[in-house]
């Protein structure tokens, strides 16, 4: 058992899928009740209804099997730790690269439109900003004013320092920010970035200009490039993420909008199946709705059932 405030606020953060797995699990258990081949599958469907993927679900389910027999009195606590344990023990340790960095620490944040990157530049911001660091964001979004003016608007909810220049070449903006941010001395520079797909060729040789200019100035950076990826949208999430890393490099992933979904289990199928790290999570749209990811704790918070909601 995790207590924690930022515990609290992950479970917090995952209740509505919290709140679907209870419904669903509590239904099949009336106290002790003899385990049947019916119970399984439910308990396989939930699984697989919470998004953690089929092939996880299944293995889960086979090793539950091994471990409960048909037909004996099985309680509802007793299981669902077990299918939390043998999903935990599934999970590799995949930590985020140790990342080498220099002063600024440079943060690139790409992504398909409306996935959230504005909103988790603001809450990465905030994350440095609170442990006292001097960050400047970057209007790398240039062509829509109403951009630029939801990235002040985090600036100054973050006490970060706004780089813009309305209608400009993005690779402009970002050259005079990251030159600014050298000279004044900034810890971490965050540049936000239109969103593009992956198949949109213009945008993507814009993002290679972008990648190429941050070079130019700091050859060590982008010290990390962060893709944001909206878990209200299921499975595509893992496709999204998949096909994005493909045609530009991406070191790591920040999942938005888990609050927003009784399917929060993408998460673990994304951390599961990708080579890419889940690094942060988006649980809120405000400032401070950003964790980083921890599988352990995050299976922890999505299958509870004890607690009544
Ligand atoms: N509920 C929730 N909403 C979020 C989260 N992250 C972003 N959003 C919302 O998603 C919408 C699009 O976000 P935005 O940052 O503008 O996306 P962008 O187009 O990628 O820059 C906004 O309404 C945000 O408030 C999150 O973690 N939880
Ligand atoms: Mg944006």
Redesign the pocket.
């Known amino acids: 058992m995790i207590f924690s405030a930022a515990f609290n606020r992950l479970k917090q953060g995952l209740s509505r899928s919290r709140t679907q797995f209870n419904n669903r699990i509590s239904k099949l258990f009336t106290g002790s009740v003899p385990l049947t081949e019916d119970m399984i599958e439910q308990i396989e469907e939930t699984l697989i209804s919470a998004d953690i993927g089929i092939d996880l679900s299944l293995e889960i389910i086979a090793d539950l099997r091994k471990n409960f027999p048909l037909d004996q009195i099985v309680e509802m606590g007793r299981v669902v730790e077990f299918l939390k344990s043998d999903l935990m023990q599934r999970m590799a340790v995949k930590q985020a690269e140790e990342i080498v960095s220099e002063k600024p620490h440079v943060i690139l944040v790409v992504?398909?439109?409306?996935?959230?990157?504005?909103?988790?530049i603001g809450k990465l911001a905030h994350y440095y900003r609170s442990q006292g660091k001097k960050v400047m964001l970057v209007a790398g979004?240039t062509f829509r004013a109403a951009?630029i003016e939801?990235l002040a608007v985090w600036a100054d909810r973050s006490g970060a320092e706004l780089i813009k220049k309305a209608a400009a070449d993005p690779s402009g903006v970002v050259y005079d920010a990251l030159q600014s941010a050298r000279q004044r001395g900034f810890d971490v520079v965050i540049i936000?970035t239109a969103?593009r797909l992956h198949t949109q060729k213009n945008l993507m040789i814009e993002l290679d200009k972008i990648q190429r200019v941050v070079k130019k100035v700091i050859p060590s950076a982008p010290h990390e490039t962060v893709l944001?990826i909206d878990a209200t949208t299921g499975q595509n999430a893992l496709v999204q993420a998949r096909q994005f890393s493909k045609v530009t490099p991406v070191d790591h992933l920040f999942l938005?909008?888990?609050?927003?979904t009784a399917k929060g289990g993408i998460a673990i199928a994304i951390h599961h199946n990708l080579d890419i790290p889940v690094k942060y999570i988006?649980?809120?749209?405000q400032i401070e709705?950003i964790q980083e990811f921890d599988a352990k704790s995050y299976i922890e918070a999505l299958f509870e059932v004890r607690e009544s909601e």
């Open positions: 992504g398909v439109n409306g996935t959230g990157k504005t909103t988790s979004d951009a939801q936000d969103g944001t938005t909008k888990l609050d927003g988006g649980i809120g749209e709705d």
